[in-house]
């Protein structure tokens, strides 16, 4: 596929980026022995050539969502959130109240989420795609938001979640930026971590091979200009809700590009033969250079 050919979407919605054919960066983990969470060709088979992925949902996955849209796409988030109050439980109980009098009973005396007209507001909710949000973890959201790490995203050049179709090693692929500023040449990816431990995470989860695999996609479609930096924007979910903006080194990127790399070329050779085998032993990388006598 060639630049001319490549499709370079903005605003797209993450259901239709979802539902569209490519080997993304999550797909490549599921072949990926070296993610603390080990992959195999066995099971990116299962999950991406006979279509078995199961959607995973968490409530870690649902606030990091919402963080992303409240940081990169405002607009979206008021669209697509409600925020729990208590002036809204309140309207909630005095609709519940009238529609109790109404009928001649007894109202409440207090809100509980297990009235039906709560029931009700949720299920409508729902219905038009949205997503009620805990108000403390709006608060916890907006304070996030507030550090000085992330005004780099505030550049009134920056371009936010950029969906990327297109051919490498001869194979589809695909990519979802969350935020690209042309005027520096610069991705950037926004991070929500538990505990602050940013080197550790980027070892554990492979985010130097996905960060490879976004900076090459968007060079080659001609999104990015060649020389395309990456950086990481880490923000911790917990007091003090510390954050860094944080670029790749050159040389990890280069690990990166070698990784995924590797993983395509897998993926390559077992189309081709119609093999997909297991999982081999994984050991940690410190026992891997003792066992290799490093």
Not at 57 to 69: K, Q, T, V
Not at 191 to 219: C, M
Request: glycine share 6%; net charge negative.
């Amino acid at each position: 596929m060639s630049k001319e050919t490549a499709h370079i979407i903005r605003d797209m919605p993450f259901a239709e980026y979802q539902a569209r054919p490519g080997i993304n960066s999550s797909s490549l983990g599921d072949i990926d022995p070296k993610r603390r969470d080990a992959g195999s060709p066995a099971k990116y088979h299962h999950n991406h050539v006979l279509g078995n992925a199961e959607s995973f949902d968490s409530e870690a996955l649902r606030f990091g969502r919402a963080f992303h849209s409240y940081v990169l796409t405002p607009k979206v988030f008021n669209e697509e959130y409600a925020i729990e109050s208590e002036q809204l439980y309140q309207s909630i109980l005095d609709k519940a109240n009238a529609e109790q009098k109404a009928a001649k009973r007894k109202p409440s005396a207090k809100f509980s989420k297990s009235l039906g007209a709560w029931k009700d507001y949720k299920a409508d909710i729902e219905a038009m795609g949205g997503e009620l949000l805990p108000a403390d973890s709006y608060h916890q959201i907006q304070t996030m938001a507030s550090h000085k790490q992330i005004d780099v995203l505030k550049s009134p050049h920056m371009e936010f979640e950029i969906s990327i179709f297109h051919e490498m090693m001869g194979m589809e692929c695909k990519a979802r930026l969350d935020a690209y500023d042309p005027s520096t040449n610069t991705i950037y990816d926004l991070k929500t971590i538990s505990e602050w431990n940013p080197g550790g995470s980027i070892a554990q989860w492979a985010w130097h091979r996905q960060a490879a695999f976004y900076t090459d996609l968007a060079i080659e479609s001609g999104l990015a200009k060649p020389g395309c930096k990456f950086a990481w924007i880490f923000c911790k979910k917990s007091p003090p809700y510390e954050a860094l903006c944080h670029t790749c080194e050159p040389e990890l990127l280069e690990e990166g590009r070698k990784y995924y790399r590797e993983l395509l070329a897998k993926i390559h050779e077992c189309r081709n033969s119609g093999e997909w085998p297991g999982p081999g032993m994984v050991y940690p990388y410190s026992l891997q250079k003792i066992l290799n006598g490093e």
